[in-house]
């Protein structure tokens, strides 16, 4: 047995692997080797030693001072800080916590509208603390003043979650539950406080729980120690939300908060009240309350207008600098209000769960240490974070990703809990360069080795009896043979003495060489070939398309994919152009000049040769050069305006049938094919169909034509990638049917011109054409005994319940699992995943790929919730949704969408929460962010577009989005928005992002927003004249041109900054990212507030407060 290594090369298995640097070395399992210093905590999500539940005695957690920030009236002040904060980093986000005041609308009664605190609940549950005893019930009791009841306000407008009716209070079961009820005027609400430590941190995911400990605070003052659990205070907010200029309907009044409970497990006198003119600590991001975060990194001195952070507070500070807005100006009824009602107002953003704060906290927690795999049910380090993986038996998150590292043994529990059982995997994904590639492992004639009964392959997890002469299936339970050259002993723990030196024993990832019986027809493939097909109407020839195509194959050719060290790619390559008819080349290496045949009758399409098509390029480059300089002048005049589509692929599908290899087709369309030929469309395009029933069908494709030739496309393993240049409607959802169920990728640039879009074209053809593909695939989930996968999403073509067929699959493309329950799951033995992909390598290999992953199971919802991952659940339900607007009414997916996130998180606060009043939202730690990310999907243009969004640019989208990776719909729907001016030019790394709201930017500063598509410089109208000069060339802000594409290439620092942070960002997404400079107050200005997903939507979407909102009423409704 040999096992081929590729570069980068590493040591044999059997050998210690190189140190990264800074790390102690650990060997398999996580234990840690002889060098590690002892660590104080036990197994991931293992008790930790000697770790107490109560806070040190004498430690209590110290009153609010309840000033709140409004939501949309208070400028960040340009020096400020930029991160949203919840959580561990010592940052403080937004405005100070003094107001502005707002004015009141005649028909708002005072006092009528505050909303309930948000809890990230960390898991402490009823089961893992002791519950507080009855006197400590009665002593905080003892501390809460209860307001008289009020009537409630009425039901919020303008939400656009179905009939007003459905907005009524829930039931009223609790004191003063209704969900607007309100205080009489002038009296503040009342605060009872969770006793414990204040400073309180979310634990990091997955990670054992940390004792209390001091550390210095930035000003060298004692820290109050860090405990996880408490709840946020009550606090009402006076006055209705400002109206904000991307807002069409007032938000709903705000919640009433209620008061919060005594946590268990944490004994104490209820605390003093604090009038909010009294010095206190000052609310926290996640609800604690504790000294205010330490300064920003990168950024030199306190904020100003704020207290210096870090440091113990002190009196009252002054209200911000205010900018002149007519919305601001306080009116004078408020300006008479008593003391404590004047500074409280609607929920202050800061105080709800901040996705950027999470983000950076988990980088600080998780980006140093390497993700070591060898522990069952680990859950990984955030998309977000840039870490380092260790394969040691579980595959690296880099190809799988679970919904839920910890899944409930029974059915019934998964039922509870709603949480959808699902995994994201990416079988080809890259690797970073310091990641080995999974290692080829040749079995010989014999082929790899697999279980008789349910034929799952050998893998770390199967388990050697009799001495090393049996094995047991750990997928089925059946005992097989080993074969005698596989034979090998087992050492004192029953483990062979060879498993570190067999990747399949070892690691988490390999690859076999597959045996001629996993071939089609019994025989080896050939090489894959590449076929070039293009549209060269009227349309495509005007607009320059095609000259700039040609004249870049050219020099693209050379770049085609080739195996490990090969010198020159495998594949072949073959050229055709079309209008109604389609021509084919000869360019067979013996000619002097490429001839020409043309094919008339598209109704029967045939390939007109067989020789001389499918070309080596290095052998016929003299005359694929002279066909390229042609083709842009024979069709220099032409007057064709129509163009079939459906003959083209047929023509390739044939012309890959005739050379018996798989292969990929490029194709580059124009306009809707409307001549007569099997696959003619018509013009369908109706936007009085939006929010009806008919909706669904601008989803579908108009015939079933093209399905019928996918699956043939599919059985021939021919994947197609469609280059889309329309100028008017193309009908996207007939016409990326095929690419969708081949494994291909569909390309869109709406109203294309040389000059703006040259750049994005061509460098998303230069990667389409050189990434690594896996052609002619097939693809199997097995699992162990208990659940089974039932469900898939992606772009591939299932004929069957189980196989998922791939004609083609990159790096880039993931297929989506669900799982459901078939039977009782074992707490003890946990749950197994293997991905089997059997496809043919770019130099006509082939291979199967392996992915196996261990999960935990478990019998406590409190486990299931402590492991979840919000991000590959959003991916999960994005997926579900988009897939479910096909069938489905949009408004009835929307509904469903919100319906399940409500019960997910409805029964967490049931089952899993600690005891507390129902006023309070009380978010799982893992899950905290899922409101604010579900949000962003409901608001997105597939369900709920807005006036300016095409009918094809929804369908696009639905299709892009059903075979995004994690990462990438992580920043599709919420999008990152990086200030370009606070941090200092001199620095080198990524500039920490804001949260995606308009109140986090301040007309001095210049942002860049980034979603994976596009890629904005929002540029503010006070702009410093140096920071224009330097970055545009021009002498002021108005002379900027809005919509400049192109930033000028300068030689000063900050342009050299700018342009290289838009140059590392496009390095990291797998489509380039066009560049839109849009400036303040101007008319692009809205297209780049549609990606501000945290304010409310022009089209009707929910902010992010609303939607907190509305969703804790769900809850509450479950729950009554």
Known sequence: MNVNQSAPPVPPFGQPQPVYPGYHQSSYGGQPGSTAPPTPYGAYNGPVPGYQQTPPPGVSRAPPSSGVPPISTAQVPSGQGAYGQFGQGDIQNGPSSTVQMQRLPGSQPFGSAPLAPVVSQPNVLPPYGPLPTSAQVTAQMAGMQIGGAVAPAPPPSGLGYGPPTSLASASGSFPNSGLYGSYPQGQAPPLSQAQGPSGSQPPQRSAPQQASSFTPSASGGPRIPSMTGQILPEQSFVGPPVSQPNHVSSPPPPQVLHPGTQMAGLPGQPPPMHSSQQPGYQLQQNGSFGPVRGPQPNYGSPYPAAPTFGSQPGPPQPLPPKRLDPDAIPSPQLNELPPQQKTRHRIDPDAIPSPIQVIEDDRNNRGSEPFVTGVRGQVPPLVTTNFL?????????????????????????????????????????????????????????????????????????????????????????????????????????????DAYDRPELSLGSYEFLATVDYCKNNKFPSPPAFIFMIDVSYNAIRSGLVRLLCEELKSLLDFLPREGGAEESAIRVGFVTYNKVLHFYNVKSSLAQPQMMVVSDVADMFVPLLDGFLVNVNDSRAVITSLLDQIPEMFADTRETETVFAPVIQAGMEALKAAECAGKLFLFHTSLPIA?????????????????????????????????????????????????????????????????????????????????????????????????????AVMRVRTSTGIRAVDFF???????????????????????????????????????????????????????????????????????????????????????????????????????????????LACYRKNCASPSSAGQL?????????????????????????????????????????????????????????????SPIESTTEPPAVRASEERLSSGDIYLLENGLNLFIWVGASVQQGVVQSLFGVSSFSQITSGLSILPVLDNPMSKKVRGLVDSLRTQRSRYMKLIVVKQEDKLEMLFKHFLVEDKSLNGGASYVDFLCHMHKEIRQLLS
């Open 676 to 776: 007569e030929a099997p696959g003619k469309l018509k013009n369908r395009d109706d936007r009085k169909l939006i929010n009806t029933d008919k909706e669904k069908t601008l989803f579908q494709p108009q015939t079933g034509a093209y399905q019928n030739l996918a699956k043939e496309c599919v059985a021939q393993g021919c994947c197609v990638d469609l280059f889309l240049f329309p100028n008017q409607y193309v009908d996207v959802a007939t016409l990326s049917v095929v690419p969708q169920l081949t494994g291909g990728s569909v390309y869109k640039y709406g109203c294309f011109q040389v000059e703006n879009d040259q750049e994005r074209f061509m460098s998303d053809l230069r990667r389409d054409v050189q990434k690594v593909v896996g052609f002619d």
């Open 389 to 497: 993986v260790k394969d040691q038996g579980n595959a690296s998150p880099r190809y799988i990703r679970c919904t839920s590292y910890n899944i409930p043994c029974t059915s019934d529990m998964a039922k509870q809990a709603q949480v959808p059982l699902a995994a994201v995997i990416k079988p080809l994904a890259r690797l970073p360069a310091v990641e080995a590639s999974p290692y080829v492992v040749d079995h010989g004639e014999s082929g790899p080795l697999r279980c008789n009964r349910c034929k799952a392959y050998m893998c770390p997890f199967m388990q050697f009896i009799e001495g090393g002469r049996r094995f047991q299936c750990c997928f089925c339970s059946c005992i097989n043979d080993v074969p005698p050259q596989y034979f090998q002993h087992l050492d004192h723990t029953g483990k062979r003495v």
């Open 922 to 982: 009380i978010l799982p730690e893992c899950m905290k962010l899922l409101p604010v990310y579900l949000n962003c999907v409901l608001k997105s243009d597939v369900l709920q577009p807005g006036a300016e969004v095409t009918t094809d640019d929804r369908a696009y989208v639905r299709q892009l989005v059903t075979s995004m990776d994690v990462a990438e719909t992580n920043v599709f729907f919420y999008p990152r928005l990086l200030p370009l001016t606070k």
């Open 794 to 904: 992606g772009a591939f073509y299932m004929s069957n319940t189980t196989d998922v067929e791939l004609a083609g699959l990159d790096g880039d493309k993931t297929v989506t699992v669900e799982f459901k329950h078939d039977d009782r799951l074992n707490e003890e033995s946990g749950a197994l995943l293997q991905c089997a992909l059997l496809y043919t390598s770019c130099a006509g290999q082939r291979r199967l790929r392996i992915h196996n992953l261990a999960l935990n199971c478990c019998t406590q919802l409190a486990d299931l919730y402590r492991n979840c991952e919000t991000d590959t659940l959003i991916n999960y339900m994005a997926k579900f949704a988009y897939r479910g607007v096909l069938n489905s009414p949009v408004k009835t997916v929307r509904d469903t969408l919100i319906t399940q996130c409500a019960q997910i």
